[in-house]
């Protein structure tokens, strides 16, 4: 079954443990997570890894009188997507998936033994401008009305081990896993309409990264690269400059 958004994740967790032949954590950054939400959009494995236009995809669904639909999950570096996207141009429709951690649980593994020690909770929880940030990589293929972005938004796991540097070997430690626990929601950006919502600023509002930055609630860096995805879609537009500080204001359709 295609894109069965009611599955339990823990069950589409086991099912990809499963799949790889393992009962622990992965040893390869947020593989279970990758793996998991293929379960969680298609539970039929044979529409797994199916070779399409020279690439491999993630979940492929061929359909009758329609094109193929396509499925691709980017836990990390949505850039290496792009070739990919150019590649199946108007030959399928496509869902890219991007999946934000909202809730994180750490959890540490002793280099030496294994044991697992907890950690922290995540004080700074990912919303949909961080998604923006990583869109903004694939941006010129957004713009193809065969591309749909789904941003889903996790409670789960992250396994680490405790290799790094300083009195805690926590900086610059190795990550090892995500797991994730349960979806709390999904944002699907599929139109124009659906990015114009995503604008913190009403009609004829002028404002600039640092306003858009405190409205979004991101840092001032990932504003940038936010307002630039919006713009690359069309529903934002320059409007002036203050200064030597450009500024922006909601385009007209």
């Not at 951690?101 to 540490?108: G, I």
Request: glycine share 6%; hydrophobic share 35%; proline share 2%.
């Amino acid at each position: 079954m295609l894109l069965s958004e009611n599955t339990d994740m823990s069950e589409a967790v086991r099912l990809a443990q499963s799949a790889d032949g393992e009962e622990s954590i992965g040893v390869l950054g947020e593989k279970t997570l990758h793996s998991a939400l293929k379960y969680y959009f298609c539970m039929d494995r044979s529409h797994h890894e199916i070779k399409f236009k020279g690439y491999v995809a993630d979940i492929l669904i061929e359909r009758e009188n329609e094109k193929p639909l396509i499925v691709e999950i980017q836990t990390r570096q949505t850039f290496r997507l792009a070739r990919k996207l150019n590649a199946y141009a108007d030959s399928a429709d496509v869902i890219v998936v991007l999946p934000m951690l909202a809730e994180k649980q750490l959890m540490w593994v002793e280099k030496d033994t294994g044991e697992l020690i907890k950690g922290g909770k995540t004080t700074r929880p990912k919303n949909i401008y961080h998604a923006l940030k990583e869109i903004y990589s694939i941006r010129d293929c957004i713009k193809s009305d065969n591309v749909s972005i789904y941003i889903p938004f996790i409670k789960g796991t992250e396994y680490r081990k405790l290799d790094g540097y300083g009195e805690n070997k926590k900086r610059g430690s190795t990550r090892l896993d995500i797991v994730p626990e349960k979806i709390i929601g999904i944002t699907k950006l599929e139109t124009r309409d659906d990015y114009a919502r995503l604008v913190p600023f009403a009609e004829g509002e002028q404002f600039g990264t640092k306003e858009f930055a405190k409205a979004a609630k991101i840092s001032a860096a990932d504003s940038r690269y936010a307002m630039l995805a919006l713009s690359a879609v069309g529903v934002i537009s320059e409007c002036g400059k203050e200064g030597r500080r450009k500024l922006w204001t909601l385009a007209k359709q």
